[in-house]
């Protein structure tokens, strides 16, 4: 990935904080899905080879399910809700 592509991908999502170091390492978190504290590093080197759907899915992690049904002998849908507190 380039920097502009990089660049373009945190303009087009908001929810995704983000610093670097002197060092030039990136340092990601989304701010839906991780706690204050959890940060994925990304050094330069590994941001030449990623591309952008591979860093969504890094930083989604499959946690963006609305829905889940699963079967143990019988049907039980499970739906994800939003607790404000």
Known sequence: MKVEELCSF???HKE????MDDEG?????????DGPNEKIKI???????????RLEKILVDGRNIEHI??????????????ING
Do not use: C, Q
Not at 25 to 33: A, D
């Open 10 to 12: 945190l303009k087009e």
């Open 16 to 19: 995704i904080e983000w610093a």
């Open 25 to 33: 390492n990136l340092f990601v978190r989304h701010s839906l899905y």
């Open 43 to 53: 050094e330069p080197k590994s941001l030449t080879k990623l591309t952008r759907e």
């Open 69 to 82: 049904t699963r079967v143990r002998g019988e049907l039980a849908d499970r739906h994800k809700m939003r």
